[in-house]
């Protein structure tokens, strides 16, 4: 049986981008509208730039169904181009600042940054979030929920409320193109990307992702590589631009005493229903992850994203052919993308979480996964006596 992972092919104005996704079991019902859903989202958010008028990312399932379900082998997921002219696409030799460009360059040894930049680009995670809107098919049949969102542009920070559902929080956050739940700062925060566009510059901003209905044991403190929290960190970490990534009460923990910072324990029969199999909580600053496993928690995950690094103002730079000091060279871009990347947060999470939650009820068909899950929570439920 294949371990639940996949690969991304493609490059920003080439043919297609391809998602390859392995190991999801047999017996899962495909809603492509839901997977699109997520690509639409995803394109849009405001200050985005000209290629999302372009652009219409809709999935084309390849292999991996039939009647509309999955079959347990690999699914080959492609999203074609509408903008393909990678061969007539400009060189460029002027590298921006905080792009690839000059790194990719002096990797493969080229003056010309444009086949870095290509594969390089935000486009490709088209395919990320195609991918773990795959996935989360099979948490919303284990009643997982994962929720993702902008809690920050530039200064403009959002409050969330603790006490939002994910069903709250999306609605929220659904209801405004900056994809904030905190309705107070949603017009504040347009203006600083409208601000930002008029200057010709760019902004940055911070991601939130929660997950709801994961049962305790999810990831492991066996091995390293196993570790969930660390997990999410990649999958996040690995998101075009962002620089940082924090669980539950994150660097600010750092601060604060063990007595300020560890969620006390208490014991209530009448949630041992409920994920967190009744033990509760008084406090969550451990983000749902302890030992690097889920603790029955909602998991909270936050990334930064740094400003993009095409400004229309540009950046001093230095050419590669002349080696003389310039400014950079300038593609059409977005002015800011945390949108569109709190969706790609979102999915990238959602396909960790199915990626660990397979490990440990793994099993070929849908069939086996939840006889596995009802048979651990059964036992989890009735330890102690
Ligand atoms: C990107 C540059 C822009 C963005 C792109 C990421 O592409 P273009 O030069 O074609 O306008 O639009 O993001 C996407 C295409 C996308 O779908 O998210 C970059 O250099 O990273």
């Known amino acids: 049986m294949a371990h639940l992972s996949y690969r991304t092919a493609g490059e920003s104005h080439g043919q297609a981008l391809i998602a390859l996704v392995e190991g999801i079991p047999a017996g899962v019902t495909l809603d492509v509208e839901r997977i699109n859903r997520e690509l639409v989202r995803r394109q849009g958010g405001y200050g985005r730039g000209g290629r999302q008028e372009i652009e219409s990312d809709r999935v084309n399932i390849l292999s991996g169904i039939r009647k509309n379900v999955t079959i347990g082998s690999p699914i080959a997921v492609q999203i074609t181009n509408q903008d393909w002219r990678i061969d007539d696409a400009p060189a460029i030799h002027r590298p921006r600042p905080g792009h690839a460009d000059l790194a990719g360059s002096l990797k493969w040894l080229t003056t010309d940054c444009r086949a870095v930049l290509e594969r390089a680009s935000a486009r490709e995670t088209a395919a990320r979030v195609a991918a773990g809107a795959l996935a989360r098919l099979l948490l919303d049949s284990f009643n997982i929920e994962v929720v993702g969102y902008v809690c920050r542009i530039?200064?403009?920070?959002?409050?969330?409320?603790?006490?939002?559902?994910?069903?709250?929080?999306a609605t929220a956050r659904d209801?405004?193109?900056v994809y904030c739940p905190d309705a107070t700062v949603v017009d504040d925060m347009v203006d600083v990307i409208r601000q930002a566009k008029q200057d010709?510059?760019?902004?940055?901003?911070?991601?939130?992702?929660?997950?709801?209905?994961?049962?305790?044991?999810?990831?492991?403190?066996?091995?390293?590589?196993?570790?969930?929290?660390?997990?999410l960190m990649q999958a996040l970490g690995s998101i075009q631009a962002f620089k940082g990534v924090e669980i539950g009460g994150g660097f600010e923990l750092g601060k604060l005493p063990g007595s300020r910072v560890h969620d006390e324990i208490d014991y209530d029969p009448?949630?041992?229903?409920?994920?967190?199999l009744g033990f509760t909580r008084r406090?969550?600053?451990?983000?749902?992850?302890?030992?690097?496993?889920?603790?029955?928690?909602?998991?909270?995950v936050r990334g930064v994203m740094k400003p993009i690094s095409t400004l229309v103002r540009g950046l001093d730079s230095v050419d590669l052919v002349t080696r003389q000091s310039v400014r950079c060279d300038y593609e059409r871009s977005d002015v800011?993308?945390?949108?569109?990347?709190?969706?790609?947060?979102?999915?990238?999470?959602?396909?960790?979480?199915?990626?660990?939650?397979?490990?440990?009820?793994?099993?070929?068909t849908l069939t086996e996964v939840r006889a596995a899950y009802e048979h651990y929570l059964k036992r989890a439920r009735q330890l102690g006596g």
């Open 270 to 276: 009448s949630l041992r229903d409920t994920p967190c």
């Open 336 to 364: 800011c993308a945390v949108p569109a990347a709190s969706v790609v947060a979102e999915n990238v999470v959602a396909f960790e979480i199915a990626r660990a939650f397979l490990e440990k009820f793994g099993g070929e």
């Open 154 to 169: 530039g200064p403009v920070t959002a409050t969330i409320d603790p006490s939002m559902s994910p069903t709250e929080l």
């Open 283 to 300: 406090s969550n600053r451990a983000g749902g992850l302890e030992g690097g496993m889920s603790n029955g928690q909602p998991i909270i």
């Open 175 to 177: 209801a405004n193109e």
């Open 200 to 231: 010709g510059d760019t902004v940055g901003g911070w991601v939130e992702v929660q997950v709801h209905g994961l049962c305790p044991g999810v990831g492991s403190c066996s091995r390293w590589q196993d570790k969930l929290d660390g997990r």
